[in-house]
């Protein structure tokens, strides 16, 4: 995503110091949720959703900390865990290793966040 924006050392009204300028943003990288309180992680989990055995893809900054995602059924019990996030990523595909999710059946996503920031996820 391209922003283009005119800095100036005046008011908004008078050009002085100014210039045009170009900033750049990735994908889904606006907003993101964090850990309140960075000592302990951060749990961001879904209302529940029809699982379609497609793929999970996430937009996040890991580096230096992880994100695992978890999918559990709506009574709380684990069905699968995904490998770590690794680093900064736009729109990566979450890998569940062996766990195998229940297609069709109403699950929830549980986002572990330690020392991340989870900015987006799509579910195809």
């Known amino acids: 995503m391209r922003l283009y924006y005119a800095p100036s050392n005046n008011i908004h009204d008078n050009w002085w110091d100014g210039l045009f300028a170009l900033a750049t943003m990735r994908p889904g990288g606006f907003a993101g949720y964090v850990a309140a309180d960075e000592a302990r992680p951060a749990v961001v989990e879904t209302e529940p959703v029809v699982w379609t055995g497609g793929h999970l893809r996430v937009t996040a900054d890991a580096d ?3 994100i695992f995602v978890q999918i559990v059924r709506t ?3 684990h069905i699968g ?3 770590p996030v690794p680093g900064t990523v736009t729109d990566l595909p979450v890998v569940f290793g062996h766990d195998s999710p229940a297609v069709g059946a109403p699950v929830r ?3 572990k966040l330690r ?3 989870l900015f987006s996820f799509t579910a195809a």
């Open 75 to 77: 009574d709380g019990s």
């Open 64 to 66: 230096g900390g992880a």
């Open 115 to 117: 020392g991340a920031k």
């Open 81 to 83: 865990t995904s490998e």
């Open 109 to 111: 996503l549980r986002f």
